[in-house]
């Protein structure tokens, strides 16, 4: 049993660096684990290797939300994006190489975070719904669409994010918004709903 206890405590080393700089203080030693195990733990948690590959891998996870949330990003700026990021790896250890359990998973940490923000919760929302349509699924799995409520227009909103730039002065209007997967296989989007303030 000591074996498992060693490979869980070897992995969660490099993923939770709390988990690392309390190892290296002596403190935390999971239960389970042998003299020997013990020992190699905390000189692992010392060795600059270590802390090196957890800043791949924290780097790796980086990439893909930038990957999958570009408007997120170019609505937050590129570093209140990777404090965000860095905020969320270090409470979350990653489970999947999947880049769209990532970013769902890092969307779900903005919305408990609230980093303030105008038009973020729409924006958040927007990139989440195009991840969830565009992700794959078991074959004969059916795809539901996904329900976007915008308060601000989002003919507006989105353009210049997708241009890397931050909006300015959206006019506030709400639209209900659809996506569903065409027949070509891209995401569309139709507007069911939309009212003046």
């Known amino acids: 049993m000591t074996e498992v206890a060693f490979q869980r405590a070897l992995g969660r080393l490099v993923t939770d660096r709390r988990f690392r700089r309390r190892l290296g203080r002596g403190s935390a030693l999971p239960a389970g684990l ?10 692992l948690a010392a060795a ?36 965000e990021a860095e905020a969320y790896c270090a409470k979350t250890p990653p489970t999947s190489f999947y880049l769209a359990d990532e970013a769902l998973a890092f969307c779900v940490h903005l919305a408990a975070a609230r980093p303030r923000r105008p038009y973020l919760a729409e924006v958040v929302a927007y990139e989440r719904a195009m991840i969830e349509l565009k992700r794959p699924r078991p074959s004969g799995t059916a795809r539901p669409n996904q329900r976007v409520v915008f308060e601000h227009d989002p003919a507006r909103l989105l353009p210049p994010l997708a241009r890397g730039e931050r ?14 997967l065409g027949a070509d296989g891209e995401v569309d989007w139709r507007i069911e709903s939309a009212a003046s303030d």
Request: net charge positive; proline share 8%.
């Open 48 to 83: 600059p290797g270590v802390a090196l590959t957890a800043r791949l891998i924290d780097s790796f996870r980086l990439g893909k939300l930038i990957t999958l949330l570009p408007l997120t990003r170019a609505l937050l700026g590129p570093a209140r994006f990777a404090r």
């Open 167 to 180: 909006p300015r002065a959206v006019p506030r209007r709400r639209h209900v918004a659809i996506g569903f």
């Open 34 to 43: 042998s003299a020997l195990e013990r020992r190699r733990l905390a000189a």
